[in-house]
């Protein structure tokens, strides 16, 4: 892995159209402002993670039936 | 053409119901095509079925059916682009919901929908912009908060 060290306000170009601004430094927080293409998917990497444990979750624990599933919704509406 | 399927065994579907998810669902990337399965009796829920793996299904709900209006799902550019729409209102969405033994539990990803185009059938299971949405949500406590009581029986 490439390491660089940078300022506040400075920035990294990732390939031609992709750019990482340090926009702020506080303690161990630093915000990161990113210039991308629309085509290019940004997210933090934690809620990919966790929308892949959740999908495992979900296919492993389905029940049999949802018959009756409907009822808890209506008793609570 | 018949299909195996976990929820129902058997069963005949048409081919023009398939739709297409060439990512995948996250973490299952090898199964792309699938297929909802509903029944009267499991309304609003039904199944997204994969047609590559019989064993693999998820329980989903039309947000809108169970949160309506309330649910306002923003899409990045990247996905927009993918499915080829410019609007989230263009697509079909479908949240993936975790039934766990004790079913008043469920919990329902509104974070990351399975979304697809009506005729073309073509899908993918997108990331919302929205900071509030959570990939776990409590279900029926979700629909008392924003669909807050008119008093009164049924």
């Not at chain 1, 210039?35 to 979750?57: D, F, G, L, M, T």
């Not at chain 2, 058997?10 to 060439?22: H, L, S």
């Not at chain 2, 009267?40 to 998820?58: G, M």
């Not at chain 2, 263009?90 to 009506?118: D, G, H, S």
């Amino acid at each position: 892995m490439m390491v660089l060290t940078r300022k506040r306000n400075e920035s990294i170009m990732i390939g031609d159209n992709v750019e990482i601004v340090i926009v702020d430094v506080h303690g161990d927080q630093v915000k990161v402002g990113i210039r991308a293409p629309r085509s290019i998917a940004v997210h933090r990497k934690e809620i990919y993670e966790e929308i892949q444990a959740e999908n495992v979750i979900a296919a492993k624990t389905g029940p049999d039936t949802l018959s009756g599933l409907g009822n808890l919704l209506k008793k609570k509406k | 053409m018949k299909i195996n399927t976990r929820p129902f065994g058997e069963v005949e579907i048409n081919e023009a119901d398939i739709i297409e998810i060439k990512d995948g669902i996250i973490g299952f990337e090898e199964s792309t095509r699938f297929v909802l399965l509903s029944i009267p009796e499991e309304e609003p829920f039904s199944w997204l079925q994969s047609l590559d793996e019989p064993a693999l299904a998820f329980v989903v709900v039309n947000p809108y059916a169970v949160l309506s209006m309330a649910y306002k799902p923003r899409l990045g550019g990247p996905d927009l682009e993918a499915l080829g729409v410019t609007k989230a209102d263009q697509l079909i969405l479908y949240c993936i919901v975790v039934v766990p033994e004790n079913p008043a539990n469920m919990t329902v990803n509104l974070k990351a929908p399975v979304a697809f185009l009506e005729q073309e059938k073509r899908g993918k299971q997108v990331i919302l912009l929205n900071e509030e949405y959570m990939v776990r949500h409590r279900l029926l406590e979700e629909m008392q908060k924003l669909l807050p009581s008119e008093g009164g029986d049924s």
